[in-house]
């Protein structure tokens, strides 16, 4: 069984551009998280998606939103980039979001100059 | 009231030894502990989890033990081995559906041959 799929790998952007970060998760899962990880605030909840809905937001501004489709394939979108968004984005999903462990992605390398 | 405390940050332990991680946890509503460990430019694989019905969970030479009146569990490494030289997370879940996995810090273990 395939792995959770984040594209692309690595990304470099200017600040003030958006990007857009994909995620395929394991077949037949349906919750899908999304993480960013940095050296000083580890590993922080973005925001988790069940069936097209999100589900739970953390704490970050609007600037960081998502969305997922009907085959629980999700993106997630950051616009107004600034400097402090450099970090690694992870993808996990899971069966139902509740009972089932969580699988990660490898994660998108995002650095924005 | 949400934090996961992990300690510590680091860790060097000799070929053979045993490598112990401890995490603490506030809130009484979680209801499940995974352990991730990570390699540099991947995700974190899930490597064993817990719920707080049993006070220990056992996988090759990997061990979890909860102690639920204290609030606090930690992972042990039997014979630990220069390929268990990773980043190790604890994690904390909550029981409604869509909550956010909190992490630990993270420690960095360092196995010598």
């Known amino acids: 069984k395939a792995g959770v799929t984040q594209t692309p790998r690595y990304l470099i952007k200017t600040r003030g551009q958006q990007v857009t970060l994909s995620c395929s998760p394991i077949s037949g899962h349906r919750s899908v998280s999304w993480y960013q990880q940095t050296p000083g605030q580890g590993l922080q909840f973005l925001f988790e998606y069940f069936s097209e809905t999100q589900r739970n937001k953390g704490n970050f501004p609007g600037r960081f939103s998502g969305r997922q489709f009907s085959n629980s394939r999700s993106e997630m979108n950051v616009s107004t980039l600034e400097l402090g968004d450099s970090a690694l984005y992870l993808c996990?999903?899971?069966?139902?979001?509740?009972?089932?462990?969580?699988?990660f992605g490898n994660g998108t390398r995002l650095t924005v100059t | 009231q949400q934090q996961v405390k992990q300690s510590p940050q680091s860790l060097i332990v000799q070929k053979g030894g045993i490598s112990i991680i401890n995490c603490a946890y506030e809130n009484t509503a979680f209801d499940y502990f995974p352990w991730y460990q990570q390699f540099p430019g991947k995700g974190p694989a899930l490597l064993i989890a817990i719920r707080p019905d049993v006070s220990e969970k056992k996988e090759g030479r990997f061990t979890i033990s909860f102690n639920k009146s204290a609030k606090q569990f930690s992972l042990h490494i039997m014979d630990s081995q220069p390929g268990d030289s990773a980043t190790y997370f604890c994690a904390a879940l909550g029981n409604q559906a869509g909550t956010a996995l909190i992490f630990g810090k993270g420690t960095t273990l360092s196995v010598s041959s």
């Open positions: 996990a999903s899971s069966l139902d979001g509740l009972n089932s462990p969580l699988h």
